[in-house]
């Protein structure tokens, strides 16, 4: 039982490359998440998906998109990196435990555009 | 719109002593809360989860308390350890199965 994992852990990008942050996680959990973190704000929400086939924004979308595949795996894609977007990415799930809602987090990846 | 601020940020502290880190939510409709610790360059371990229901949670050490009414959840942690330096997040959830708000974190350092 892995947990959540995610590919790559350290990625360097030119401005203006595209690249797919990976994500899967083998508890069968409906709700996936992608957040970034940067330093002085915290960690931020960019998509989720509540079930397999559905995502929605959350409080960064802009510059990215994301693909629910399966239940398993939820994909985060750059389409042009920009620096701005230098940051750690960090992937979770969630599902009902006991009588609430727990949320599992990945290791992250490390991404600089330059 | 929640809004999670944590204070202080940062916290020195000698090896042995208990503390307190507080985490307070602007709106005190929440369904659930979790405290995280970070370690540098790691990922988030989740420390302990308190229900919208439950006013305490502990697990070895560590106790954490919900104020759902004042909008306000402290994480007390005892006789401290230089193992225990990391920062640490507080993060509520306003529904069921929904994404988390997080707090900027407290950086704990404590000194041997």
């Known amino acids: 039982n892995a947990g959540v994992t995610q590919t790559p852990k350290f990625q360097v990008l030119k401005t203006g490359q595209s690249m797919t942050l990976q994500c899967a996680q083998d508890?069968?959990?409906?709700?996936m998440y992608w957040y970034r973190q940067d330093p002085g704000m915290g960690l931020r929400l960019i998509y989720y998906?509540?079930?397999?086939?559905?995502?929605d924004k959350g409080e960064v979308p802009n510059g990215y998109n994301v693909s629910r595949l399966n239940k398993r795996e939820f994909s985060l894609r750059l389409e042009s990196a920009a620096p701005s977007q230098t940051s750690v990415y960090f992937c979770?799930?969630?599902?009902?435990?006991?009588?609430?809602?727990?949320?599992?987090f990945g290791p992250g990846t490390r991404l600089t555009v330059t | 719109k929640q809004e999670v601020t944590q204070i202080p940020a940062a916290l020195s502290v000698p090896e042995g002593e208990n503390l307190v880190l507080n985490c307070s939510f602007t709106d005190s409709a929440i369904y659930n809360l979790q405290w995280f610790r970070q370690d540098p360059g790691k990922g988030l371990t989740s420390l302990l989860l308190i229900q919208s229901s439950q006013r305490e949670q502990t697990s070895g050490r560590l106790n954490a308390s919900l104020d759902k009414s004042s909008g306000r959840s402290t994480l007390y942690i005892a006789a401290s350890q230089p193992g225990d330096s990391a920062t640490y997040l507080c993060?509520?959830?306003?529904?069921?199965?929904?994404?988390?708000?997080f707090g900027k974190g407290t950086r704990l350092s404590v000194i041997a």
């Open positions: 993060a509520v959830g306003n529904s069921g199965n929904t994404p988390l708000v």
């Open positions: 998906s509540a079930s397999e086939g559905t995502t």
């Open positions: 508890m069968n959990h409906n709700s």
């Open positions: 979770a799930s969630s599902e009902m435990w006991q009588t609430t809602y727990e949320q599992y």
